[in-house]
Each structure stands twice: as structure tokens, then as C-alpha cells.
């Protein structure tokens, strides 16, 4: 039984930084998507990024191009989402999800689900 389980959300400044952590296990993640998406109030799940775990193969959401970086380590088996420069409509709940293959940029994708983390960003 895949488990994705986020950690490091929280309170910043726009302008700030923050980095979220993914502890995924439950099978082998190797080829796979690893993505984040998230989910403002209101507002439908959208996507982030993504990694194809263990080779390097990344995409971004144009939102966040140049400012967010997906790395992953794979000795620890987990996924981060580095977030600098944030603003204000980065605001929202961030999930980190697991597709059973290189996934999509859509949620519908991805099988697997951490329980969300809220990252709030003030200006």
C-alpha cells in the first residue's frame, strides 16, 4: 500500500522561500511520476510539477517555472518541492501524489495521494 506523507508547509512572506517534503514508500517509485499539485479555496486541484523517479525527467506548471524545483533523493525515497520567490496566489494546500506511471499533468493520473499540507503566503 503506496503512502505519500507531506511535511514542511507553513506561514510565509511573499518573496520568501519554503520546502516541502514527500516520505513516499509502499512499492518502488523507480519510472514512476512523483508530482505535486494544489488547491487554493474555491478553486479546482491543479498541477505543480513532476518527476519520473530516478530519471531525471522533469515538468512544471508555467506558474511556477523558475521558481519552484522538484529534486528527489532516492536513497531516503523522497520528493521535494522547493518553492522560492513565493507570492501571494501560491497560496493553498499542496499535495504530493504517485502515478503507477510516468502520470500526466492531470490529477486524474496519479493513483496515489498524500493528505495535503497548507502553505499560506501573506503580502
Known amino acids: 500500500q503506496v503512502q505519500l506523507v507531506e511535511s514542511g508547509g507553513g506561514s510565509v512572506q511573499a518573496g520568501g522561500s519554503l520546502r516541502l517534503s514527500c516520505a513516499a514508500s509502499g512499492r518502488t517509485f523507480t519510472g514512476s511520476a512523483l508530482a505535486w499539485f494544489r488547491q487554493a479555496p474555491g478553486k479546482e486541484r491543479e498541477f505543480v510539477a513532476r518527476i519520473i523517479w530516478g530519471g531525471g525527467y522533469t515538468d512544471y506548471a508555467d506558474s511556477v517555472k523558475g521558481r519552484f524545483t522538484i529534486p528527489g533523493d532516492n536513497a531516503k525515497n523522497t520528493l521535494y518541492l522547493q518553492m522560492n520567490s513565493l507570492k501571494p496566489d501560491d497560496t493553498a494546500v499542496y499535495y504530493c501524489?504517485?502515478?503507477?506511471?510516468?502520470?500526466?499533468?492531470?490529477?486524474?493520473?496519479?493513483?496515489?495521494w498524500g493528505q495535503g499540507i497548507q502553505v499560506t503566503v501573506s503580502s
Open positions: 501524489a504517485a502515478a503507477g506511471g510516468i502520470g500526466s499533468r492531470f490529477a486524474s493520473g496519479f493513483a496515489s
